[in-house]
T-cell receptor, first 117, second 110 residues
Framework: GAVVSQHPSRVICKSGTSVKIECRSLDFQATTMFWYRQFPKKSLMLMATSNEGSKATYEQGVEKDKFLINHASLTLSTLTVTSAHPEDSSFYIC?????????????FGPGTRLTVL | GIQVEQSPPDLILQEGANSTLRCNFSDSVNNLQWFHQNPWGQLINLFYIPSGTKQNGRLSATTVATERYSLLYISSSQTTDSGVYFCAVAASGGSYIPTFGRGTSLIVHP
C-alpha cells in the first residue's frame, strides 16, 4: 500500500532555533499534502494545506511566518518551525491523499515529535 | 464548519469485551473515516464509510448518514486494540479536507 514517511521522527531543539520536518510520499505523487498538529490527548488540528508549485493554504489562527511550508516536488513537502519556542512542542503529522476527492486515500505519516527546550 | 463529536472520550475494557464507539456530525457528509492511532502515534485507516455497514474481522462500522452518526464496533477486544480511535468527516459539497473528532481513548487490560 501507499506509504508516507516523515523525517525526523523525533527532534529536540533549543528555544530560538528552526526545525525542518520532511514529509514524503514514497510510491505515489501528491500534489497536495496536509500538515496537522496534535497536542497530548487531543485531536488532530489541521494547520495548512501544502500545494505543489504554489503557496500553502493556512488555517485560521496558524502563523504562516512561524510555520513555513514548501512543497518542492510531487513527493516532498517540508514544514519549518521557525524560531521555535516551548509552546511549539507538539506532535506534527502529515498526510497525503492519493485521490483528491476521497478520504479513504488519505495516507498519514508516522509523525514527528518536536520538543523545544 | 462541520462539528464532529465522539463518545465516550475514554473507555477501559477487559480483554474479550465488546464495545461501541459513536461519532455524531453536524452536517451532511460525503466522506467519513475511522482511524486508529496506536501508542506510537501512527494513524491507521480502519474504515471508509460515508454510509452503510462494513466489517473487517473483529471490527465493524455503520454510518446512518440521514441521522448523522456513525458507530464503530469492536468485538472480543484485545490489548493491541488499545489506542485512540478517531472519526474524520468531510461535509458534502464543501472541502474534502477531513475534520477530526476528539477521539475515544481505549485501554484494553489483559
Amino acid at each position: 500500500g501507499a506509504v508516507v514517511s516523515q523525517h525526523p521522527s523525533r527532534v529536540i531543539c533549543k528555544s530560538g532555533t528552526s526545525v525542518k520536518i520532511e514529509c514524503r510520499s514514497l510510491d505515489f505523487q501528491a500534489t497536495t499534502m496536509f500538515w496537522y498538529r496534535q497536542f497530548p490527548k487531543k485531536s488532530l488540528m489541521l494547520m495548512a494545506t501544502s500545494n505543489e508549485g504554489s503557496k500553502a493554504t493556512y488555517e485560521q489562527g496558524v502563523e504562516k511566518d512561524k510555520f513555513l511550508i514548501n512543497h518542492a516536488s510531487l513527493t516532498l513537502s517540508t514544514l519549518t518551525v521557525t524560531s521555535a519556542h516551548p509552546e511549539d512542542s507538539s506532535f506534527y503529522i502529515c498526510s497525503a491523499p492519493r485521490d483528491r476527492g476521497r478520504l479513504d486515500t488519505q495516507y498519514f505519516g508516522p509523525g514527528t515529535r518536536l520538543t523545544v527546550l | 464548519g462541520i462539528q464532529v463529536e465522539q463518545s465516550p472520550p475514554d473507555l477501559i475494557l477487559q480483554e474479550g469485551a465488546n464495545s461501541t464507539l459513536r461519532c455524531n456530525f453536524s452536517d451532511s457528509v460525503n466522506n467519513l473515516q475511522w482511524f486508529h492511532q496506536n501508542p506510537w502515534g501512527q494513524l491507521i485507516n480502519l474504515f471508509y464509510i460515508p454510509s452503510g455497514t462494513k466489517q473487517n474481522g473483529r471490527l465493524s462500522a455503520t454510518t446512518v448518514a440521514t441521522e448523522r452518526y456513525s458507530l464503530l464496533y469492536i468485538s472480543s477486544s484485545q490489548t493491541t486494540d488499545s489506542g485512540v480511535y478517531f472519526c474524520a468527516v468531510a461535509a458534502s459539497g464543501g472541502s474534502y479536507i477531513p475534520t477530526f473528532g476528539r477521539g475515544t481513548s481505549l485501554i484494553v487490560h489483559p
